[in-house]
C-alpha cells in the first residue's frame, strides 16, 4: 500500500467511510514506515489546530488522559514538547506547560501503538475551539495578565503559609496559618486595586484551572466559592474537565493558589474521617463531603475579604467597577451559560465531616 493510499485509508477511517477495525487491520499489515510518516504527519496537523484554537499543552494532555489511554497521554506531552521546543519564540508559560507533562515513555507493541494513535486522531478531531489565553508556538499575540515584583512576594509568602498548613496535622495550628494567609492575599488584592485603579493596560482576563475526577462537579463548586469570595467567577466545562476562572490576575492566582491547597486538605481529611467500608456508602460520603467542605469554606473566604473591604469603604466604588469589568469579560467569552443543577447530599456524616474540615482547613 503506497504512502498516498495509507493517507487516504487514515482520512476514510476518519471520515466513517471505512470501519475502524477494519482500517486499523489495513494499517497493521501496510508497509510500517509508509503508516508512520502518513500518521505522524496526520496527528501533526491536528495538534497544531487545536494549539491555534486556543488549547494548551496541560489542557489537551489532561482531557485525552481522562479517557483512560496513558499511550495517548504520552504522545500529546511528546507533540507538545516538539512544537514548543521547535518554535523559536515560543511563550515562555506555553514552554513550560509543556516541559512539566508526564513523559512516561511506555513501550508498546505495534499493534497497541497504532491502536493509541489512529484511537489520538479520532479524539483530536471531536474537539471544538476554545478561547486563546496563552499564544501557541509561532504566534506573537501579546501575553495576558501581568505578575509585579511585589505580588510575586505576597504570593511566595502564601505559598510557604499553606504548605505549613497542609503539612501540619494539629487543626489549631492549620486555622493559624488559614488566618494570615488569607488576611494577605485579601489586603493585597485591595492594594492591588487602589494601585492599578488608573491605568487603562490593567484589565481581567481568564484562566483555565483544571478540574480532574472523580467528583469533578464538587471540585469545581469549591473553586467556584474559592473564586466568588475572591472577586473572580468561574464558568465550569465538565466535557472538557476545566473550569474557566475570570478575573484581574492577582487575584486569579490567588484562587489557583487557594483551591488547589484546600484541595489537598480536603482529601486528607475526607480519607480520614470516611466510613469503613461500603463502596455506596464511602462515594455518598465523599460527595456530601466536599458540598458541605465547599459551602463552609465559602463562608469562611468571604467574611475574611468581606473585613478587609470594610477596613477601606471608600474602594467599594472602585471594586464595584472591577466587578462589572469582570462580568462582562466572561459574558462576552460564554453568552450563555447555563446554571449547574445543586449536588444532592445523601451523607448527614459526610457532610458533617465537610463542614468541620472546612472549618479546620487553611484558607491560603
Known sequence: MPIGTVAETIKKIQNGSIGYEDGLDALTVAPAADVDSALGEALRHAFARLF????????????????????????????????????????????????????????????????????LLTELRRLPEIEVLIPPPGTTAAATGSHDAVGSRVLDRVRALLAKAESTEFPAEAEAYSAKAQELIARHSIEEALTTRDRAEVVPFARRIGVDHPYESEKAGLLDAVARANHCHTVWSPELGFSTVFGFDADIDAVELLYTSLLVQANRAMVRDEPGKGRARIKAFRRSFLIAYAGRIGERLGRATRHEIARHADLLPVLRDREVQVREVMERAFPRTVRARGSRVDSLEGWESGRAAADQAQLG
Request: no cysteine; net charge positive; glycine share 10%.
Open 52 to 119: 491555534r484554537a486556543g488549547w494548551q499543552p496541560a489542557e489537551l494532555h489532561r482531557v485525552i488522559a481522562r479517557r483512560g489511554n496513558p499511550l495517548q497521554g504520552d504522545l500529546v506531552a511528546a507533540e507538545a514538547v516538539r512544537a514548543a521546543r521547535g518554535t523559536p519564540g515560543t511563550d515562555p508559560r506555553w514552554l513550560a506547560q509543556a516541559e512539566e507533562l508526564p513523559a512516561a515513555g511506555r513501550r508498546a507493541d505495534r499493534v497497541t501503538l497504532l491502536d493509541a494513535q489512529l484511537g
